[in-house]
């Protein structure tokens, strides 16, 4: 069993920034990919970014490509999302996946645990 905790999130005005962290316990694996996921109100939960299990390969979403970094520290068991110039678009739960698996993808299904989440909130 895996356990992750996400921080990091809150308010912020839009053009601002703001780091998430997600520190994973238990039966956690450095060859596993991490992601990370968003869902707005209202809306379906989507793919935001995802890395890895080595770091050596990363994925964005086009809305986040150029503002979004995802980066993985595995002797931490920690993975970063580093958020820069934040639209009021980004306004959403963002969640940490863990795949049982070193091949990241996009795919929700893919992921075998979640954590809680985290708000994020950009005001206009």
């Known amino acids: 069993q895996v356990r992750l905790v996400e921080s990091g999130g809150g308010l912020v005005q839009a053009g601002g920034s703001l780091r998430l962290s997600c520190a994973a316990s238990?039966?956690?694996?450095?060859?596993?990919?991490m992601a990370w996921f968003r869902q707005a109100p209202g809306k379906e939960r989507e793919f935001v970014s995802a890395?890895?299990?080595?770091?050596?390969?990363?994925y964005y979403a086009d809305s986040v490509k150029g503002r979004f970094t995802i980066s993985r520290d595995n002797a931490k068991n920690t993975v970063d999302l580093q958020m820069n110039s934040l639209k009021p678009e980004d306004t959403a739960v963002y969640y940490c996946?863990?795949?049982?698996?070193?091949?990241?993808?996009?795919?929700?299904?893919?992921?075998?645990?979640w954590g809680q989440g985290t708000q994020v909130t950009v005001s206009s």
């Open positions: 238990g039966r956690t694996y450095s060859t596993h990919a």
């Open positions: 996946a863990d795949r049982r698996a070193s091949l990241a993808t996009m795919t929700s299904s893919d992921y075998d645990y």
């Open positions: 890395i890895t299990g080595t770091g050596a390969s990363t």
